[in-house]
């Protein structure tokens, strides 16, 4: 422990000219906020970025909760979705770290790689969590903190707004809430 403490890395001599905030260690790698337009993006594996709306709503109301990975060469490593929705929504400087690599493909390899979808049981919970919630919350204003923040859409159910959260359609999520019971039985 010691060691990583007096041991501690330094960030390329580009950020400390362009930015000097938000700069931390993390596990080895450092954390600052970067310009989205010095971000250079190589050749990627991922082609279709998907729907970028919903990232870009998610971005808006939580934050970007996972920094993008870039290289000390400023490449990018990890995180082209984000950082495509980071730039659609205008944003200048955004959190990213810093990782001292010379192969930035492997990252985004890793991180799409190892990520894990949550299971049908698991949507069902939280499908059946977010319905008490908004019925809790029915009748009160929208603007403050305590509501749940979903976006209604006129004549949309219930079911459909939470599955839509969940990457799902309604009808799926209702399918998954009968498997789900059905295990139950013996």
């Not at 969590?129 to 403050?144: H, I, P």
Request: aromatic share 6%; proline share 4%; hydrophobic share 35%.
């Amino acid at each position: 422990m010691a060691n990583r403490i007096h041991n501690k890395r330094k960030p390329p001599s580009k950020f400390d000219n362009n930015v000097k905030i938000d700069q931390k260690e993390l596990n080895g790698n450092i954390t600052l906020s970067y310009p989205t337009a010095d971000i250079k993006i190589g050749d990627r594996f991922r082609k279709d970025l998907g729907n970028l709306e919903r990232l870009k709503g998610n971005i808006r109301d939580f934050g970007l909760l996972h920094p993008i990975t870039i290289s000390k060469k400023g490449e990018l490593a990890a995180g082209l979705r984000r950082l495509e929705a980071c730039k659609l929504m205008g944003l200048q400087n955004i959190p990213v770290t810093f990782v001292d690599t010379s192969e930035p493909w492997k990252y985004e390899i890793t991180e799409n790689h190892f990520r894990k979808n949550h299971t049908p049981s698991e949507m069902v919970a939280i499908k059946r969590f977010l319905e008490s919630k908004m019925k809790r919350e029915q009748g009160k204003r929208t603007d403050l903190e305590t509501c749940v923040n979903f976006t209604q859409v006129k004549g949309m159910k219930t079911r459909d707004i939470i599955a839509s959260t969940l990457g799902t359609s309604g009808v799926n999520l209702q399918k998954m809430e009968k498997i789900v019971e059905a295990a139950k039985k013996p």
